[in-house]
């Protein structure tokens, strides 16, 4: 079975041989399109012709006979060549053409047992069935015309057709053609035929194929019709699993049409080996090389080095680099050291008064210079994370329109649908493997800000450079674009989105489907792809979906969850407890709160509970109250069920604090102030060392600030924010609070991830990343009140995660990267970006021996 299904993918390779150049796919460029003219509507079938000229060929006469069998008596060779050709008037079967040349059988179909039986024995439309016998001697012209079947964006071959002219009689030597079928699709299997003369036309229609090209045609359409009933039957099995009737299933179900438009990888990962979706065509398969960028050296000038960021070294090319590559004179004398140049942008960057002007001028750094800017960045992480990334980036996504300059990224729209992955294609890079991908809805604490909201994936995917190394060339942030419901952005005249309500339901499950799959049939199954702030409605969902299937994981819960979760681990070294003696409240029930919940949940149990005694210690608050069963308000859905509490009904936060009396507070609601003075006081009263983890993003959401924590705590408290805070001194003590930044956690991730060839990011990734964090958490750090490392050791951090992860994926079966390196720090190092200039002129050498 196995030989038998990979055969139709050699079927274009072996068409390339009948017209001795590469498959020609049909566009409205290239090819001519009949029946539909230049016209493309989605989930639309078009058809097109591409004619190639063959070489020319002698024949002295043919016969045809009206049983359907057209025999030639000498060709070039001399031999007989018999072929049995039929039309589609039968409508859709099998292909089931028998043809013998030079007395070889060769059959199209596996079932083709018997000599086949032509049921249509008259002609079609009233000609009469009788012999035609023509005795010729002349050179004739051939032309084969490929025609394709298109549907929705992929070349399947329809129909090979040869037509001849003879030019010494041009009077009756007239164009005809022979064509072999390759149906749509195949309701029986026995065989039929029918014949393809007609009364004006004497001339032999015989395929002018080689014997061994015919005979790979035959092999190819017979393993379709193979691999096609295999499929019919296990889907159809598997619709009538899931109680669909016979008539709901789609007519059409063949290997091209499954496996690249639908591309249902349910059994991708799983133990089916059987699943044709495994050796569905794609644009990457495998393993991505390990070892340097992919350029060629020779494929860049150097006025393009001069144009371009990837290349662009500014004033620090050299004098020789200037001089060989031809571009002496276009820059000033001055030679700059890579430390000069960083030194020059710092300055630049101190000139600026507010901070949106900063993430202005460090944005059209990266487009200049790439290199150097992810060199300012590491020069100083602390200083350059809050610019490039939260708080900064929130206010640069509310006036993205406003700053726009240069496009970055992808923007994906519904009105794509049906064509991502051509929108894809268009991305200048190939080797894709980290994608940030967001649609915009809930853009940190802001809301619904559309096509805005692409800083996020721009921030997120400059930290995975900046912090773990993953080479730029390798992330591509996206942004699919559905509409905004925000009125202010609609009224806006100058949104650079759709100006339209967001799209909903069915039409934005299938965009995001196709999405999916159009980035792993395009990047590959192990590219990284991260959701990135959609609606609570809709992370949570497309997580499920996705997670066992695709190399994905969503920041906003899984990330948020694994740092906190660090954050608590590393505090109870403080207080010297477990966690399971904590009571923790969450005040919001969203993504974060729950996902931060979900591993809780995990690390308790870990400790030795069970599910419900862990549950036990874990409640939540939203704008409904607290969250118990059968509450009165409403508004529990099915993830807030999940920790629904057996308790009376509590309305308020500070009501929720005062009853339970947690020894955890944790606020992830958005809510600036969320965490009165009062509510401060009693988690004081209630505990001799509180901890209070206000992670809300940008500054303005946090539920309390630094000061306000240890004030009115009197100092005890160990806290946490999402957005940086300055040291506070109280009562003669300086604290320095610790920010429980998801970039300690996504960029470490990530690279753990890609190193090991992860085909799949199970939740355990996040609790072990939580762990090893909070291990990196030195004493030192502890004393001064910070939960977390240092900002400038987090690419240490990243580094140490990376490693961790690597261990579990080799140790579980996961990695897919063979064989698995002996020191898999200094691999993850090896593959992360070098953030000093390299050469711009090849390395010369000269050769010992003469030749």
């Known amino acids: 079975m196995l030989s038998i299904v990979r055969q139709p993918f050699f079927f274009t390779i072996q068409i390339s041989r009948y017209i001795s150049r590469s498959p020609v796919y049909p566009s409205a460029v290239n090819s001519y399109s009949p029946s539909h003219g230049d016209q493309r509507t989605p989930n639309e079938q078009h058809f097109y012709k591409t004619t190639i000229p063959i070489n020319e060929q002698k024949q002295q006469h043919c016969k045809c006979n009206g049983n359907g069998t057209i025999q030639t008596a000498t060709a070039d060779d001399g031999k007989e060549t018999t072929a049995v050709i039929r039309n589609a008037c039968h409508g859709p079967h099998d292909v089931t053409t028998n043809v013998i040349q030079n007395g ?10 018997a000599p086949p039986v032509c049921n249509c024995m008259g002609m079609r439309n009233g000609q009469i069935n009788e012999n035609h016998t023509t005795a010729t001697t002349a050179t004739t012209t051939t032309t084969t015309t490929i025609e394709y079947e298109l549907t929705n964006g992929i070349a399947k071959l329809s129909k090979i057709s040869t037509s001849r002219v003879a030019p010494e009689k041009p009077s009756t030597s007239k164009v005809n053609a022979a064509s072999v079928n390759v149906p749509i699709s195949e309701s029986q299997s026995r065989l039929n035929c029918d014949t393809v003369t007609s009364q004006s036309e004497t001339n032999s229609k015989i395929p002018l194929l080689s014997q061994v090209d015919l005979d790979d045609l035959m092999r190819n359409v017979s393993a379709i019709n193979a691999v096609n009933r295999t499929l019919r039957h296990t889907f159809s099995n598997h619709h009538q699993q899931q109680g669909l009737c016979q008539q709901q299933l789609p007519s059409l179900y063949n290997l091209q049409q499954r496996s690249n438009i639908h591309m249902d990888s349910s059994s991708m990962n799983g133990s089916n080996n059987c699943s044709p979706l495994k050796k569905v065509p794609r644009d990457r398969l495998g393993l991505w090389g390990t070892g340097g960028d992919n350029d060629v050296p020779g494929n860049v000038s150097g006025l393009q080095r001069l144009q371009q960021k990837k290349y662009n070294k500014g004033l620090a090319f050299s004098l020789e680099e200037r001089q060989l590559l031809g571009i002496q004179g276009l820059l000033p004398a001055r030679v700059k050291t ?104 809930r853009i940190l604490g802001l809301g619904d800000l559309g096509a805005n909201g692409m800083g996020i994936p721009v921030g997120k995917l400059s930290l995975y450079t900046a912090l773990a190394g993953i080479k730029p060339s390798q992330c591509l942030p996206i942004t699919l674009d559905v509409g905004t419901n925000t009125e202010s952005i609609l009224n806006d005249p100058l949104y650079i989105g759709l100006r339209q309500k967001r799209v909903t339901g069915q039409e934005y499950d299938e965009f995001i489907e196709e999405f999916m799959n159009a980035a792993v049939r395009r990047f590959g199954q192990n590219c990284l792809i991260q959701f990135e702030d959609f609606a609570n409605a809709n992370a949570f969902r497309l997580l499920k979906k996705y997670r066992d299937n695709f190399c994905t994981f969503n920041d906003d819960i899984q990330g948020t969850a694994s740092v906190a979760v660090a954050g608590l681990l590393a505090s109870l070294k403080i207080k010297n407890t477990q966690l399971k003696e904590n009571k923790i409240l969450f005040f919001g029930a969203g993504e974060a709160a729950l996902g931060i919940a979900n591993l809780c949940l995990m690390a308790l149990m870990k400790e ?16 409904k109250g607290l969250i118990v069963k059968n509450r009165p308000a409403g508004g529990l859905t099915e993830h807030k069920l999940h920790f629904a509490q057996d308790h009376e009904p509590i309305n308020s936060l500070a009501e929720a604090v005062e009853t339970l009396q947690p020894s955890v507070l944790i606020g992830a609601a958005a809510i600036g102030g969320a965490f009165t003075k009062e509510i401060l ?15 809300s993003n940008p500054t303005s959401k946090a539920e309390c600030t630094a000061e306000e924590a240890y004030k009115y705590t009197n100092g005890k408290c160990i806290f946490a924010s999402g957005s940086p805070f300055d040291p506070v001194e109280y009562n003669g003590k300086t604290f320095y609070p610790g920010q429980g930044n998801n970039s300690y956690i ?31 958490c030195e004493p030192e750090d502890l004393e001064r009140g910070s939960l977390y490392p240092p900002l400038k050791k987090i690419t240490e951090c990243s580094v140490e995660i990376a490693a961790y992860i690597m261990e579990y994926a080799y140790k579980n079966g996961l990695a897919t990267v063979r064989p698995e390196p002996d020191d898999k720090r200094e691999f993850i190092k090896s593959q992360m970006y070098d953030l000093h200039y390299s050469s711009a002129i090849p390395e010369v050498y000269s050769w010992n021996q003469k030749l």
């Open 104 to 113: 070889v059988p060769s059959t199209m179909s596996s079932l083709a047992t």
């Open 746 to 776: 996504f960029p470490g991730v990530a690279l753990g991830v890609l190193c090991a060839g992860m085909l799949t990011i199970p939740e355990e990734v996040f609790l072990m990343s939580a762990e090893r964090l909070a291990d990196l």
């Open 681 to 695: 006081e009693k988690m004081a009263e209630y505990n001799d060392i509180p901890i209070i983890f206000a992670l």
């Open 608 to 623: 030795g509970l069970s599910e419900s005694e862990a549950k036990e210690r874990i409640w939540m608050v939203d704008s």
């Open 338 to 441: 890579e430390e000069e140049q960083v030194e020059h942008c710092l300055l630049l960057l101190d000139r600026l008064e507010n901070d949106l002007d900063k993430y202005m001028y460090l944005n059209t750094l990266a487009e200049r210079n790439e290199r150097l800017f992810y060199k300012v960045l590491s020069s100083d992480v602390a200083k350059m994370m809050p610019l490039v990334y939260t708080p900064t980036v929130g206010l640069a996504c509310q006036k993205f329109s406003f700053i726009f300059q240069y496009p970055k990224g992808m923007y994906i729209n519904i009105n794509d649908k049906g064509h991502v992955y051509e929108v894809l294609r268009n991305w200048p890079e190939t080797d894709v493997r980290a994608i940030v991908v967001t649609d915009g809805e």
